[in-house]
């Protein structure tokens, strides 16, 4: 069982960069493989990044391949997505998970509450 907050989230320029953190409690945080999900006004949720339970294997949707980057610190029992060049519609509530190496929202069983980024243009 893990409980997820994330923070970091601000409004930002476009092209600017911005780094995010989820923070996970709970039992053997290392042993999870992790993602980014991002939500906008009328949208559904939608897949950003993903990251094995020891890092060694990440994948990125087409969107933000380039310009974001997953990465884990497991003594820190922390997830991160620096996001660099960032675009307004890059606009979104995001959201880490815990639970699954994919793309598919219905993969991960536990989710934090979400934080907005808002990139003005």
């Known amino acids: 069982q893990v409980q997820l907050v994330e923070s970091g989230g601000r409004l930002v320029q476009a092209g600017g960069s911005l780094r995010l953190s989820c923070a996970a409690s709970?039992?053997?945080?290392?042993?999870?493989?992790m993602g980014w999900f991002r939500q906008a006004p009328g949208k559904e949720r939608e897949f950003v990044a993903t990251?094995?339970?020891?890092?060694?294997?990440?994948y990125y949707a087409d969107s933000v391949k380039g310009r974001f980057t997953i990465s884990r610190d497991n003594a820190k029992n922390t997830v991160y997505l620096q996001m660099n060049s960032l675009k307004p519609e890059d606009t979104a509530v995001y959201y880490c998970?815990?639970?699954?190496?994919?793309?598919?929202?219905?993969?991960?069983?536990?989710w934090g509450q979400g934080t907005q980024v808002t990139v003005s243009s």
């Open positions: 990251i094995n339970w020891s890092g060694g294997s990440t």
């Open positions: 709970g039992r053997t945080f290392s042993s999870y493989d």
């Open positions: 998970a815990a639970g699954s190496y994919g793309t598919s929202t219905w993969n991960y069983a536990y």
